[in-house]
């Protein structure tokens, strides 16, 4: 087994047969059929596939704002059953309430948690540093470009010490170059204060260069269509995007998102794990 | 003067780049800023100067018309009437009657309407029991329930009161509730995944998110209060600008009439731009569009 292959036993996240369907015009509409994943501890797991494929769905349930129609999502062997704050959540639209300066988007969070002010001047602190935002401590978002709201979001979500991060789409309406500067600093800051990060994108380079585990999805009904491992040589780094491994892994996860065939599916869990799927293909 | 010549060759030019005009590309941002503001100020004093010329060619014309026998107190006779007014006491007796009524009308019909507003807002099981009274209700004018204020309540102040009161609470709870209704549901849910429970987010989330509603609902209330308060005291009030107007009426008092005219027509304006600068304050955080 190589090292970025998580070890079967005991998952931060297990999605269990998950099924989601939505009331459209009196039809059901099913919007994640069957979905069963393992996230190990400390595991970087991309989620890519094509738009109203289900992966903002099964983020808000893993998150506890959604409900499954059958099926359960399990945080540390326990049944979502709600928000808390061991699960921090980066939303594509920042969300930053708009009324708040950057400190005290931070601070929300830490409030919620009954910190002293000192307390939570203190931690915020450290957060907005950590992402390079303490210029603007005091600034209002709107005042903010789009990257940096979305850095404020990261602070905002890292300041609780979620051991699970849930990010959809975080960076997805960012430019390339503000884009490729966030990856490096999330995946740096990763490295350093290790979490179990869910990370969900439609950029397949994205996925590969972030991603311990790149789980490819499909739509009608959305399931889970293949999962890449990412087993990269050296650090995270810009030169990593130019070597023939990189573009390899890119190229896997390219066509499993653009060429499906129809009505495959694989099961994510760690259970599945020995015959690898992609080992196949 | 080496950073400028540095700047002069870094930008490949060196025949056009005089030293005026590197200086003058390391201030862009300045002189823009400036012309700016500038062009800004001077927009602003042209509109100032182009509505004092209106306002004084209107009183021109005012003063043409009353001298040439239209049946016009000339600006004069309003000015020395609304002198004689303010000496004698009258106008700020008025002025004070009138102002407690709607100041009171007003501040109930808002300390109202903003839970109501709220409740209806938040709990489906509210909205269900007082929408429709609201929906209803608010369609009859204000001054449509003064025969049944009167008979209800006397020829006090109270009916007064309610009446100005209801005007002002229909404007208020409708806008708060829409503020309510309109709150973005990704910043609730912002707010309970870090952890945050119901009641804290109505706190923290939902009062200051509808605040900008409030606020125009406020001064839509505030305008709906000032209308209805002439006609409000037309209830044997003994003091007020709309009991003043009338006893004006009896006696063919032109001159009477129109200080009073004047005067809610000025202080309406003053309290709307109060709230005006109140909701700029409070407000400032919104993205404008
Ligand atoms: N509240 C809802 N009511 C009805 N249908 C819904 C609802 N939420 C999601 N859906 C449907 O479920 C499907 C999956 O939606 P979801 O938002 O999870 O997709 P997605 O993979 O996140 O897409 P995108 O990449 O565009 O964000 C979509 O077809 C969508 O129309
Ligand atoms: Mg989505």
Known sequence: MTPNTPTPGSPRISVRNVTRTFDLKGEGFVALDDVSLDVADNEFITVVGPSGCGKSTLMNILA?????????????????????????????QYALFPWLTVRKNVEFGLKTAGLSAKERREKAEHFIEMVGLGEFADALPKMLSG???????????????????????????????????????????????????????????????????????????????????????????????????????????????YHQTPGRRVDATHRSVAPHPTAVA | MASMTETVTARDEPGTATSASALADRTTEKPRRTRRARQDSA????????????????????????????KLPSPADVVVRGWELTVDGTLGADLVAS??????????????A???????????WARGL????????????????????IVLLGIGEEPKILVIFLAAFFACVIS???????????????????????AGIFVRVVV???????????????????????AAELIAAQQGLGYRMQQAQLYYDLPTIFVGLIVIGVLGLVMDRLLLLAEKKLTGWQERR
Not at chain 1, 71 to 89: F, I, M, Q, S, Y
Not at chain 2, 47 to 65: N, R
Not at chain 2, 130 to 149: C, S
């Open chain 2, 43 to 70: 927009k602003r004093a042209r509109t100032l100067l182009l509505s004092t010329i209106s306002i004084a060619a209107g009183i021109g014309v005012w003063w043409l018309l009353s001298s040439i026998g239209f």
């Open chain 2, 99 to 112: 102002l407690t009524r709607v100041l009171v009308g007003f501040a109930l019909g808002t300390i109202v």
């Open chain 1, 147 to 257: 990257g940096m709201k979305q850095r404020c979001a990261i602070a905002r979500a890292y300041a609780v010490d979620p051991s699970i991060l849930l990010m959809d789409e975080p960076f997805g309406a960012l430019d390339a170059l503000t884009r490729v500067t966030l990856q490096e600093q999330l995946l740096d800051t990763w490295s350093r204060e290790k979490r179990t990060v869910m990370f969900i994108t439609h950029d397949v380079d994205e996925a590969v260069f972030l991603a311990n585990r790149v789980v490819v999805m499909a739509a009608r009904p959305g399931r889970i269509y293949d999962v890449i491992d990412v087993e990269l040589p050296g650090p995270r780094t810009e030169d990593l995007r130019l070597s023939p491994e990189f573009t390899e892994l890119r190229n896997r996860v390219w066509s499993a998102v």
């Open chain 2, 130 to 149: 007082i929408e429709p009274w609201i929906q209803f209700f608010r369609t009859i004018p204000p001054l449509a329930i003064i025969p049944l204020a």
């Open chain 2, 176 to 198: 708060t509730f829409q503020g309510v209704v309109n709150v973005d549901r990704t910043l609730i849910n912002a707010a309970r995944v870090l952890g945050t429970k119901d």
């Open chain 2, 208 to 230: 200051p998110a509808s605040v900008p509603f409030i606020l125009v609902g406020m001064r839509v209330g505030l305008g709906a209060a000032w209308a209805t308060l002439v």
């Open chain 1, 64 to 92: 506890g704002l959604d409900t499954p129609t059958s099926g359960e999502a399990l945080v540390d062997g326990r049944p979502v059953t709600g928000p808390g704050p061991d699960r921090g959540v980066i939303f594509q």
């Open chain 2, 114 to 124: 903003i839970p109501v507003g709220f409740l209806m807002g938040w709990y489906a």
